[in-house]
């Protein structure tokens, strides 16, 4: 769905990025640093970090000011005039935004990830109000306002969106009168296929970060849904915007399941970190364990506050040393594709590491890199690139 | 950083012998995830055990003080910070005036983490014992010198960072508590007001001092950021009230103060400070001209307009930029 030149562009740079990381830390040779540089050229227009952040942040400022400049000088024209606006301004920011990536070529540059938000923003505010007018139950302009952040996500395909996409699915999911148990299939149900986007081939950088990001925000749906403490306060249900649905969804085995999934899940999640070796899973679990201890804490009290507070930070300080220690133990730093060190900053690098970075200064200067890409190796594709530029 | 585009390009510079056979099987078990780094999630455990165990105590001194009594309390903080600063004392590498290299994972964190408890262990003492008496604000002044020494012999950032808010914080604390009377004449807002000026100045100076002695000179970004963060929002706090001739001084002071960091802080390592800079010289400029316009739809249109002419102003400063670089 993202326009295949501009996949092409953010594959090549993520290989200079990765390229950049490695010379920084010394992994790689000026030569050879030049010679990838060389054969993954960038053809977008990129501003520095402070450029990127003003240009977001005067971008936000002069289209919300020009839309509060309509508004007024209209007196606010009633919430049909508010609600029309919205929607044009929805749609001028998504062309906005189509304009800077594609025929300006921009990329990293603030004002068009500005433009992505706002649209987003206009279109949930004409939308909002269009239902209202509308009497059209919150579900439909939800609907159809994750529908969009879906889209927009993968047409776009910004880590924010991806974000701000699956966190508007959950909210119009928790408008339905079973909006607990639809967090939990949809959350489960979309965690594995999200993760596999996020190292697949066929997806283009920020659309694989988008993936990654909407997989831990489903992650953490999953467990605010089986939580114990969030059954019993109906923080899931809490979220309905519409007071005529029905009242919070209960069922006769809930407690006992959510008691069960409360101890669980955190540790499921770990396990299931550990052997996919996928960090994001590996941290949901590290987070969700500290959160069912709290949970425990406040329906049957273990020990005073302060004495639980000082034993959790003593436990953790000592098995942090520990799984480190322990990993470091392993063959060359490391066990099952873990290591303790980083990877490539200064300090603390792995015994394999440091061989490679010894025997970069005995390695032989740098070829020209050949075109990185050949027919049945090393090619680009997939996200809707063509794989020759 | 699982990437299968970077996975397909070391394969393909390991064959055109861009990378050697080492690097190019390193890079490539990185990038297809096969080998993946636990350090950050070991850096978050180690700083999340370092708030519990700070917090823990905090519900201690306030909630258990019965279980132990107030001396008793007192010492066995002691002795938590002694056996912290001990085995950091114990694993630190000699002093030097440059960057120190941590010489374990957990060196920062339970620095940090004596650092924290002799802070609770002082404020304890203050507030139970009253050994300073009416002048009991001194006691955050102590404890920012005793942050900011053991920053220094240690070398740590976020203690260097933590002894300048706790001297800043002294500040606040004392003006609007035993300091009223010294500044009676210029009344609680001002007089905050000119203590964070003169706090921000004196950070600035620190950093400078630190870069010219070369004496701990990646200190330097951190108290200049600071400084500047906290000169810029003290001054930014008198645009909205008081006297007609303290109001533009305050506005007319940010603008120029905002242009000044802005054109100063150009390098692309400073682009924190840039942005701060240009952002305060924009509400500057925005406080001193906006009350010469219309409220209303020419307010909004007035602020729309001189945004996209600072986005304008800056593209074009970028682009020259990036045409004199070669």
Not at chain 2, 117 to 125: E, G, H, R, S
């Given at each position: 769905m993202m326009a295949p030149e501009i996949a092409l562009a953010e594959r090549r740079h993520e290989v200079r990025r990765a390229a950049r990381a490695w010379a920084a830390a010394g992994f790689l040779g000026p030569e050879s640093h030049g010679a990838i540089t060389e054969a993954y050229p960038d053809d977008r227009t990129r501003l520095p970090a402070g450029f990127r952040i003003l240009a977001f942040i005067l971008t936000l400022v002069a289209i919300t000011g020009s839309f509060g400049f309509l508004l007024l000088i209209g007196d606010g024209g009633g919430e049909r005039a508010v609600a029309t606006l919205a929607a044009v301004f929805a749609a001028l920011c998504a062309v906005a935004t189509e304009m800077q990536r594609g025929w300006l070529r921009r990329a990293d540059a603030g004002a068009e990830l500005a433009t992505a938000?706002?649209?987003?923003?206009?279109?949930?505010?004409?939308?909002?109000?269009?239902?209202?007018?509308?009497?059209?139950?919150?579900?439909?302009?939800?609907?159809?306002?994750?529908?969009?952040?879906?889209?927009?996500?993968?047409?776009?395909?910004?880590?924010?969106?991806?974000?701000?996409?699956?966190?508007?699915?959950?909210?119009?999911?928790?408008?339905?009168?079973?909006?607990?148990?639809?967090?939990?299939?949809?959350?489960?149900a979309s965690v594995v296929p999200l993760l596999a986007g996020s190292r697949s081939p066929a997806l283009a950088p920020t659309q694989r970060l988008g993936c990654w990001l909407a997989a831990g925000t489903m992650v953490l749906a999953v467990y605010l849904s089986v939580n114990l403490l969030s059954l019993d306060r109906g923080w899931v249900e809490d979220l309905r915007l519409d007071s005529?649905?029905?009242?919070?969804?209960?069922?006769?085995?809930?407690?006992?399941?959510?008691?069960?999934?409360?101890?669980?899940?955190?540790?499921?999640?770990?396990?299931?970190?550990?052997?996919?070796?996928?960090?994001?899973?590996?941290?949901?679990?590290?987070?969700?364990?500290?959160?069912?201890?709290?949970?425990?804490?406040?329906?049957?009290?273990?020990?005073?506050?302060?004495?639980?507070?000082?034993?959790?930070?003593?436990?953790?300080?000592?098995?942090?040393?520990?799984?480190?220690?322990?990993?470091?133990?392993?063959?060359?730093g490391e066990r099952q594709g873990w290591t303790a060190d980083a990877l490539f900053t200064?300090?603390?690098?792995?015994?394999?590491?440091?061989?490679?970075?010894?025997?970069?200064?005995?390695?032989?200067?740098?070829?020209?890199?050949?075109?990185?890409?050949?027919?049945?190796?090393?090619?680009?594709?997939?996200?809707?690139?063509?794989?020759?530029? | 950083m699982i990437s299968p585009d970077v996975a397909s390009a070391v394969r393909v510079l390991g064959r055109d012998g861009v990378l050697t056979p080492g690097q190019a099987t390193l890079l490539g078990r990185v990038a297809r995830g096969e080998l993946v780094s636990l350090y950050p999630v070991l850096q978050t455990l180690l700083y999340g055990a370092v708030l519990a165990i700070t917090g823990g105590v905090a519900l201690l001194l306030k909630d258990r003080v019965a279980d132990f009594g107030p001396l008793t309390i007192a010492l066995l903080l002691s002795l938590a910070v002694l056996a912290c600063l001990g085995w950091v004392a114990r694993a630190a590498p000699a002093f030097s005036r440059g960057l120190v290299e941590s010489p374990h994972i957990a060196f920062d964190y339970i620095l940090l983490l004596g650092a924290l408890l002799l802070a609770a262990d002082l404020a304890w003492c203050e507030w139970r014992f009253t050994p300073l008496g009416a002048n009991w604000a001194w006691h955050l002044c102590l404890v920012s010198v005793i942050y900011s020494a053991l920053a220094l012999r240690f070398d740590s950032r976020v203690l260097f960072v933590l002894g300048l808010t706790t001297f800043a914080a002294w500040r606040g604390v004392a003006v609007l508590s035993v300091e009223q009377a010294l500044f009676a004449w210029a009344g609680?807002?001002?007089?905050?007001?000119?203590?964070?000026?003169?706090?921000?100045?004196?950070?600035?100076?620190?950093?400078?001092?630190?870069?010219?002695?070369?004496?701990?000179?990646?200190?330097?970004?951190?108290?200049?950021?600071?400084?500047?963060?906290?000169?810029?929002l003290a001054v930014a706090g008198g645009?909205?009230?008081?006297?007609?001739?303290?109001?533009?001084?305050?506005?007319?002071?940010?603008?120029?103060?905002?242009?000044?960091?802005?054109?100063?802080?150009a390098a692309p390592a400073r682009f924190g400070l840039f942005v701060m800079g240009v952002l305060a010289a924009y509400a500057g400029f925005l406080a001193?001209?906006?009350?010469?316009?219309?409220?209303?739809?020419?307010?909004?249109?007035?602020?729309a307009l001189s945004a996209?002419?600072?986005?304008?102003?800056?593209?074009?400063?970028r682009a020259r930029r990036a045409r004199a670089t070669p």
């Amino acid at each position: 769905m993202m326009a295949p030149e501009i996949a092409l562009a953010e594959r090549r740079h993520e290989v200079r990025r990765a390229a950049r990381a490695w010379a920084a830390a010394g992994f790689l040779g000026p030569e050879s640093h030049g010679a990838i540089t060389e054969a993954y050229p960038d053809d977008r227009t990129r501003l520095p970090a402070g450029f990127r952040i003003l240009a977001f942040i005067l971008t936000l400022v002069a289209i919300t000011g020009s839309f509060g400049f309509l508004l007024l000088i209209g007196d606010g024209g009633g919430e049909r005039a508010v609600a029309t606006l919205a929607a044009v301004f929805a749609a001028l920011c998504a062309v906005a935004t189509e304009m800077q990536r594609g025929w300006l070529r921009r990329a990293d540059a603030g004002a068009e990830l500005a433009t992505a938000l706002l649209t987003l923003i206009f279109a949930a505010l004409g939308l909002w109000l269009g239902a209202g007018l509308s009497n059209a139950p919150a579900t439909i302009s939800l609907g159809v306002l994750a529908l969009a952040g879906l889209v927009l996500a993968a047409r776009w395909g910004s880590g924010v969106l991806g974000l701000l996409a699956a966190v508007l699915v959950l909210v119009w999911l928790a408008q339905f009168a079973a909006a607990r148990p639809l967090w939990i299939l949809v959350g489960a149900a979309s965690v594995v296929p999200l993760l596999a986007g996020s190292r697949s081939p066929a997806l283009a950088p920020t659309q694989r970060l988008g993936c990654w990001l909407a997989a831990g925000t489903m992650v953490l749906a999953v467990y605010l849904s089986v939580n114990l403490l969030s059954l019993d306060r109906g923080w899931v249900e809490d979220l309905r915007l519409d007071s005529a649905v029905a009242a919070a969804w209960s069922a006769p085995a809930a407690r006992p399941v959510a008691v069960a999934a409360t101890a669980l899940l955190p540790l499921l999640l770990l396990g299931a970190g550990w052997r996919r070796r996928e960090s994001l899973l590996l941290v949901a679990g590290l987070a969700g364990l500290a959160a069912s201890v709290a949970t425990l804490q406040h329906y049957r009290p273990l020990l005073p506050d302060a004495y639980l507070l000082l034993l959790a930070g003593l436990i953790t300080l000592a098995a942090t040393l520990g799984c480190r220690r322990w990993l470091r133990g392993g063959p060359g730093g490391e066990r099952q594709g873990w290591t303790a060190d980083a990877l490539f900053t200064g300090g603390n690098r792995p015994d394999t590491v440091r061989d490679v970075i010894g025997a970069v200064v005995f390695s032989p200067a740098a070829a020209a890199a050949g075109p990185p890409e050949r027919p049945g190796e090393g090619r680009f594709g997939g996200g809707g690139a063509t794989g020759s530029y | 950083m699982i990437s299968p585009d970077v996975a397909s390009a070391v394969r393909v510079l390991g064959r055109d012998g861009v990378l050697t056979p080492g690097q190019a099987t390193l890079l490539g078990r990185v990038a297809r995830g096969e080998l993946v780094s636990l350090y950050p999630v070991l850096q978050t455990l180690l700083y999340g055990a370092v708030l519990a165990i700070t917090g823990g105590v905090a519900l201690l001194l306030k909630d258990r003080v019965a279980d132990f009594g107030p001396l008793t309390i007192a010492l066995l903080l002691s002795l938590a910070v002694l056996a912290c600063l001990g085995w950091v004392a114990r694993a630190a590498p000699a002093f030097s005036r440059g960057l120190v290299e941590s010489p374990h994972i957990a060196f920062d964190y339970i620095l940090l983490l004596g650092a924290l408890l002799l802070a609770a262990d002082l404020a304890w003492c203050e507030w139970r014992f009253t050994p300073l008496g009416a002048n009991w604000a001194w006691h955050l002044c102590l404890v920012s010198v005793i942050y900011s020494a053991l920053a220094l012999r240690f070398d740590s950032r976020v203690l260097f960072v933590l002894g300048l808010t706790t001297f800043a914080a002294w500040r606040g604390v004392a003006v609007l508590s035993v300091e009223q009377a010294l500044f009676a004449w210029a009344g609680a807002g001002p007089a905050v007001r000119l203590n964070g000026i003169a706090c921000g100045l004196l950070f600035i100076a620190a950093g400078q001092a630190l870069v010219r002695r070369d004496f701990k000179a990646h200190f330097e970004p951190a108290a200049t950021l600071l400084g500047w963060g906290i000169l810029l929002l003290a001054v930014a706090g008198g645009t909205a009230t008081g006297p007609d001739a303290s109001l533009w001084l305050h506005r007319g002071g940010l603008l120029g103060l905002g242009l000044l960091l802005a054109l100063r802080s150009a390098a692309p390592a400073r682009f924190g400070l840039f942005v701060m800079g240009v952002l305060a010289a924009y509400a500057g400029f925005l406080a001193c001209t906006l009350p010469w316009v219309s409220s209303g739809a020419p307010s909004a249109l007035y602020i729309a307009l001189s945004a996209v002419g600072l986005l304008v102003l800056l593209l074009r400063v970028r682009a020259r930029r990036a045409r004199a670089t070669p």
